[in-house]
Every structure is written in structure tokens, then in C-alpha cells.
């Protein structure tokens, strides 16, 4: 089969997430109309926070595999951002505060014996296909980057709406994305539409996408099952 233009190519990814993106998840749906109690919301903080601590790893994987210095030297910017620097906190420390404000402790977050199983196994998998994968496919499952400001920026509006009990610097994590995500997703869309040149490699693309996304909508699957009989 022919290649895909690269119009046509980034139009089929932007397919995928319209359809299987984890805004579409009734957890999330649940949580931008105000519907999650506050013990369902905790749980959502707490699991979320085991893919934060894994973004850095996935990232260092896709970093030893990327060909190309300038891309290295880019993509190593994300690693910086979720782990933050000397004077510069970053994502995984903006979660902690995300964290206090829905009452977790430091310590809470950070016990990963009491993460849900699926949520586990979802998150792993993923680092797994990170560090096992062709450069070009796992930078393409990232591509779920491309659906992620609009939802950030819906997250910010309605979490203040329906849930006041959340302070408000708890949400400086999805302030600080919707500033670093433009970069990410520009380089994002670089590579994988600059390099993705047969159809076999658009394929495998797509296919990436497609695993990342029940990543995600496996993560919300696990919490959803073990936070709304409890709450």
C-alpha cells in the first residue's frame, strides 16, 4: 500500500484520539460534570500519580533510542519537567501539591505496594513498550499529547466549579502543562510525520496511538471499579 501524505497521516492519528482518547471515559466525563465524591477524586490523585513517577522513565527510554542530537537535546527538556531541576520544581513535585490539596501525604503518593493492580499493570506495560519498542513507535504512543491541552484546560474550569474543597494551587500541575505541552506536541508531530515514510511505519504509528490510549483508558477502568462502590 502507498504511504500516506503527511496531511492525510496526521489527520488518521487525530481520528484515533477523537474515538479513543480518555476524555471519552465515563470516569472523566463523571469528573467534569461534578458527579466524582471526594473519595473517588483522592483515588484518581493517588493512582494518577504512579504514571507521573513512570513519564521520566519512558522518556529516558525514547531519549538512549532517539538517532538525531538536536531531538535528544529537545526531548531531554521533558524529562526536566516532570523531575524538575535545583530551583525549578517540576510535574511529579506540582502532583505532590495536587496531592495535599485532596489530602494525601508525600508518603501516600509515593507507596507504590497500595497502587491499584490495573493501574500497575497499565502504567507497566507502557514503560515496557517505551523501552522495547522502535524509537519512531514510542514516540508516536505519546501522541496522545496531541487530545491532552483541551482537557487540561476544561479539568482547571471545572474542577474549581464542582469541587471547591480543592485548593486552588493543587492545580498548578495542569497550569504548567497547558504552557510546556505546545513544544512537546510540536516535536511530537516532527518526528513521527518527518520519519514515518512507508505505510508499514505509519501503521505501526497508528497502532501506538491506539495502545496508549488503552493505557489510559485502562488506568480510569481500574479506578472506576475500585473507588465508586467504596465511596
Not at 74 to 97: F, L
Request: glycine content about 6%; charged content about 30%; aromatic content about 10%.
Amino acid at each position: 500500500m502507498n504511504a500516506w501524505s503527511a496531511e492525510e497521516f496526521e489527520a488518521r492519528l487525530r481520528a484515533i484520539g477523537e474515538k479513543r482518547y480518555h476524555h471519552l471515559h465515563p470516569f472523566n466525563e463523571r469528573m467534569h460534570s461534578g458527579d466524582l465524591s471526594e473519595g473517588e477524586f483522592r483515588g484518581w490523585v493517588r493512582n494518577r500519580f504512579y504514571y507521573q513517577m513512570n513519564l521520566p522513565k519512558k522518556d529516558a527510554f525514547i531519549l538512549t533510542k532517539l538517532p538525531g542530537r538536536e531531538d535528544r537535546r529537545r526531548w531531554i527538556q521533558r524529562i526536566i519537567d516532570h523531575d524538575g531541576r535545583t530551583g525549578d520544581e517540576g510535574g511529579m513535585e506540582k502532583w505532590v501539591r495536587l496531592g495535599a490539596a485532596v489530602g494525601l501525604t508525600r508518603e501516600e503518593l509515593y507507596d507504590v505496594d497500595t497502587v491499584l493492580p490495573g493501574v500497575r499493570f497499565a502504567v507497566d506495560a507502557y514503560v515496557d513498550f517505551c523501552r522495547e519498542k522502535p524509537w519512531l513507535e514510542a514516540v508516536a504512543s505519546a501522541l496522545t499529547e496531541l487530545f491532552a491541552p483541551d482537557l487540561l484546560s476544561r479539568r482547571i474550569t471545572d474542577v474549581r466549579q464542582h469541587y471547591p474543597w480543592v485548593a486552588s494551587e493543587g492545580l498548578e500541575y495542569f497550569r504548567a502543562r497547558l504552557t510546556q505541552q505546545p513544544k512537546d506536541i510540536a516535536h511530537l508531530l516532527e518526528l513521527v510525520l518527518d520519519n514515518a515514510k512507508t505505510r508499514d511505519q505509519q501503521d505501526a504509528c497508528a497502532r501506538a496511538l491506539e495502545f496508549k490510549c488503552d493505557v489510559l483508558w485502562s488506568l480510569l477502568d481500574a479506578v472506576q471499579l475500585a473507588y465508586r462502590k467504596s465511596s
